[in-house]
Structures are given as C-alpha cells and as structure tokens.
C-alpha cells in the first residue's frame, strides 16, 4: 500500500503538470498544419501521391510523428512523454522494490538475520519515500534531479535494512549494495553472452574460426 500510495502521488502530480502545461504552453497545432498544408501543395508532393497511393498516409503518420518527437525536444507537455513516464515510473519502481528486497534480503539471511522476507519489504517501501520530491512536477517544467532521489533513497535503504535485521554498519553496507553489484554482473554476463551469440551467428568469424581450427597442430 506505501509503494502504491507513493506511486499514485507522483502519479497525480505528473498529471496535472501536463495539465497546467497545456494550459501555459504556446499552442503549435496552427503552425503545424499550415507547415502540412504548404507542403501538400508542393508538385513533389503530388507526384509521390501518383507513384505510390498510400504515401499520403505515410507522409501524414511522419509529418505527425516528427512534430510530437518536436514538441519532447522543447520541452512541450505531450501524452505520449507524459503516458511513457508514468508507465516507466510505475513498473520501475514496483520492480525494483520487488528486486531489491529479494536480493537484498537473502544477502542478510547469510549474514545471520533472523527477520522475515515480509519485514524486509515492509521497511524498505518506506526507504522509497524520497521518490515523492517528484511531485514538484505538478509545476510545468519542474524536475528533481534524479541522483538526488537517487542518494537519499541509498541512504533510507541503508538505514531500514539496519532497522529491520539488526546487523553492524558493515555488513548493512554490503547487504544494501551487494544488490546492485548482483544485478550489475548479471547485465554484464548477458552483454558478454549476447556479444558471444552474435559473433557466433556471423559468417565470417565462423570460417575464422574454422581456418584456425584448422592451421592449429
């Protein structure tokens, strides 16, 4: 419920930032089709039309799609940055919170805790508390920088892990970064894995490889 809460905060405050900013934001949908309309008048444009019927649709998907990429670029309030960022935010920090917990725990159980995977997750819902500095986005263009958030989240985890199963300075440091060093090998193995995969796959190290099998005593 604290993860939910928290997330439904920063939520609402995205919202209605999107909200305030369409109000205050210059309005470009005028320009924007009077820049279509001259460029549907051009003879190039006519002549793509003959050659291929369905690039009228296209052209207008393109002209629509690079004028919404625009709008990110300024700045602009837009539904699909602000729809994108509240998808990310909810499923990161739902996950991470998941993630961190399970692993972050199991690291302490090794040291000798003797709390339950419950508490774990209870205490560290609360160490996602500094994600509500987000809700100065409620102000158009506002944003807290994300290693801020980043540090005291850091720092609030240290402290509830400590909480919660009882274990020196030390080894609450490592159960808090033992997590982030375990997910940071994991990415680094599937990079490596992945690299190998697709070298594999390439015809030309595949008779590399073959010619020095070959040339080898």
Request: proline share 5%.
């Amino acid at each position: 419920m604290i993860i939910l809460t928290i997330v439904g905060l920063v939520t609402l405050a995205q919202l209605i930032g999107y909200w305030l900013g369409e109000l205050t934001a210059p309005n470009l949908n005028s320009l924007q089709r009077l820049l279509y309309s001259a460029l549907v008048d051009l003879p190039w444009y006519a002549q793509q039309v003959q050659q291929d019927p369905a690039f009228a649709v296209q052209f207008a998907q393109g002209h629509t799609a690079a004028w919404e990429a625009l709008r990110v670029l300024l700045g602009y309030p837009t539904v699909t940055a602000t729809a994108s960022s509240i998808v990310v935010t909810a499923l990161a920090t739902v996950i991470n919170w998941l993630l961190f917990a399970l692993l972050a725990h199991w690291v302490a159980r090794w040291y000798g805790s003797q709390a339950r995977f419950g508490q774990t997750l209870g205490v560290l819902s609360l160490a996602y508390a500094p994600l509500l500095l987000r809700l100065v986005e409620i102000v158009p263009g506002a944003v807290t920088p994300i290693s801020l958030i980043f540090l005291l989240m850091l720092a609030a985890k240290f402290l509830a892990l400590k909480s919660v199963h009882g274990l020196g300075a030390a080894p609450t440091l490592v159960v808090t970064l033992a997590p982030y060093a375990i997910m940071a090998l994991l990415v680094v193995l599937i990079l490596l894995n992945g690299g190998a995969y697709s070298l594999q796959q390439n015809p030309y190290v595949n008779q590399a490889l073959q010619v020095q099998q070959f040339l080898a005593p």
